[in-house]
């Protein structure tokens, strides 16, 4: 009750007292400070930005010195003399030590399509909306999967296509299970 009365007591206060009238000279100096905390703020944001460009810049500088580094380091052996002496390696040959091999994937591509046969096996129940949505997926990955496979066809040392692959299987194996997960509960 007291803070109720303290705050009518203030209404009466300021509704009696009289109103003041701004000055040119008032309204002039709140102007001009507020553009000088305006112009502040600027330049210490101006300053952040620079700084932040350049920590970003030389972030950048620095990946590409060790990409670069460890990209030349592996087509260089080091023989017992310590000298590093080049080494011709082909990149089947490098892709073929790096990841799995294209039986390897055609296989893995044979395990999928039964465990989606699997999945596509006719059903008393009707698909669900999320369910329609990870057939979905599965079918652009179907599509993906196949231009990479392609590619790997034409050019089998081709490293950018055998990754694609090897992601693209995990991300459907992993959809593909929780469809035949979710279809058998």
């Known amino acids: 009750m ?25 309204t002039a100096g709140i102007l001009l400070s507020a553009q000088t905390a305006r112009r502040a703020a600027d330049a210490r944001r101006q300053r952040r930005d620079a700084a932040a460009t350049l920590v970003k810049s030389l972030a950048s500088a ?11 380091g592996a087509a260089l052996d080091t023989s017992g003399d310590g000298v590093p002496t080049p080494q011709a390696v082909s990149p089947a040959k490098w892709v073929a030590d790096s990841g799995p091999s294209l039986e390897a994937i055609r296989k893995t591509v044979t395990d999928l399509q039964t465990l989606a046969a699997a999945v596509n096996a006719p059903s008393n129940k009707p698909a669900t909306l999320w369910e329609r949505e990870h057939r979905r997926a599965v079918h652009v990955l179907d599509g993906d999967i196949a231009a990479a496979l392609a590619a790997l066809e034409r050019n089998p040392g081709c490293t950018r296509a055998a990754n694609l692959v090897n992601a693209n299987l995990e991300r459907q194996a992993d959809t593909l299970r929780t469809l035949y997960i979710e279809r058998s509960l």
């Open 2 to 26: 007291k803070e109720v009365e303290a705050i009518r007591a203030s209404l009466e206060f300021v509704a009696q007292a009289p109103e003041v009238e701004a000055s040119e000279e008032l």
């Open 62 to 72: 620095a990946g590409i010195v060790v990409v670069a580094s460890l990209y030349f």
